[in-house]
């Protein structure tokens, strides 16, 4: 299954909110997850299942979606958010992962 | 809290195999799954695989057979094994744990690099 996010970069500044999207080519339910990568860190996860928020992540982060389009919003993007995205989903045997979206500040 | 801690050879020959473990503490190995995922420098995420707490095994077919994930109960460590190896391998490699099957991976560690040259 590929899955595809867009934007591929994008420039935002403090306080604003932020829409990521990942597109899957097959349903994949709610088998999606999104994580959060640092420069020269591993990912973290930040929403699993389309829209569970992972223990001790800020509530400013949000997931939605279903079946093959899914969204990952951060209102109020605070410095500590300028990373890159990753959305994964789990439904296949074959697990994949979006391209990565980077989020650069303005 | 769980903390996993990849080593191994940050150098591999070209035809070699790559050998790398994930050392597990906070937690024993055999309650949970764990998965190994690559990233090329400056790329994207890569699956390699998955082991299940049964033991069982699931690979990315791109790596056309190459890996091997194994258990080591008695060092609470996860091992990898990829070979023979290419350039094309040279990546981060992060071990991650899951806490079922099909679930996000909850716990990472922080990833070691591998470069495959001569």
């Known amino acids: 299954i590929q899955m595809t996010q867009s934007p591929s970069s994008l420039s935002a500044s403090v306080g604003d909110r932020v829409t990521i999207t990942c597109r899957a080519s097959?349903?994949?339910?709610?088998?999606l997850h999104w994580y959060q990568q640092k420069p020269g860190k591993a990912p973290q996860v930040l929403i699993y299942s389309v829209s569970s928020l992972q223990s001790g992540v800020p509530s400013r982060f949000s997931g939605s979606g279903s079946g093959t389009d899914f969204t990952l919003t951060i209102n109020n993007v605070q410095p500590e958010d300028f990373a890159t995205y990753h959305c994964?989903?789990?439904?296949?045997?074959?697990?994949?992962f979006g391209q990565g979206t980077r989020l650069d500040i303005k | 809290q769980v903390q996993l801690q990849e080593s191994g050879p940050g150098l591999v020959k070209p035809s070699e195999t790559l050998s790398l473990t994930c050392t597990v503490s906070g937690a024993s190995i055999s309650g949970s799954s764990w998965s190994w995922v690559r990233q090329p420098p400056g790329k994207g995420l890569e699956w390699i695989g998955y082991i299940y707490h049964t033991g069982s095994t699931n690979y990315n077919p791109s790596l056309k057979g190459r890996a091997t994930i194994s258990l080591d109960t008695s060092k609470n460590h996860i091992s990898l094994r990829l070979g023979p190896v290419t350039a094309a391998d040279t990546a981060f490699y992060f071990c991650?744990?899951?806490?079922?099957?099909?679930?996000?991976?909850?716990?990472w560690g922080q990833g070691t690099l591998v470069t495959v040259s001569s």
């Open positions: 097959e349903n994949v339910r709610d088998y």
């Open positions: 991650a744990r899951l806490p079922g099957i099909a679930q996000a991976m909850n716990s």
């Open positions: 994964q989903q789990t439904y296949s045997t074959l697990v994949t």
